[in-house]
């Protein structure tokens, strides 16, 4: 014989709907207390200073690069000497200047190779 005035709790009872943030017993937290946290963060470097003088230029740059707000890799060189006459300095983000100097590179070797005295 099944007794009808007794029934079983819900398995989840007073849990969260579907799709919704859950506010645990306790915790006093809101729905809106949340931090949003980059799914991609990036690797930048700041810190390139140059001065000119009577007699050319200095620039210099820190190696420090940060992957979003970890101050991570310690040894990212950010200064790029092309020639005699062009040096090439960047900040921002680290992939970026990598590109470029890929870039530079790559035509450097080209020019070498034409060997046409320019």
Known sequence: MFDSSFS???LWHNGPAPGAIYNFPATG??????YTHSQSPVTTATSVVAIAYKNGIVMAGDLLASYGSLARFRNCPRILKINDNIILGASGDYADFQY???????????????????
Do not use: H, M, T, W
């Not at 937290?29 to 949340?34: A, I, L, Q, T």
């Not at 100097?101 to 070498?112: H, L, M, P, S, Y």
């Open 8 to 10: 079983a709790p819900p």
């Open 29 to 34: 937290s809101k729905p809106n207390d949340y």
């Open 100 to 118: 470029i100097r890929d870039f530079v590179q790559q035509k450097i070797i080209d020019e070498e190779c034409l060997d046409d005295g320019l």
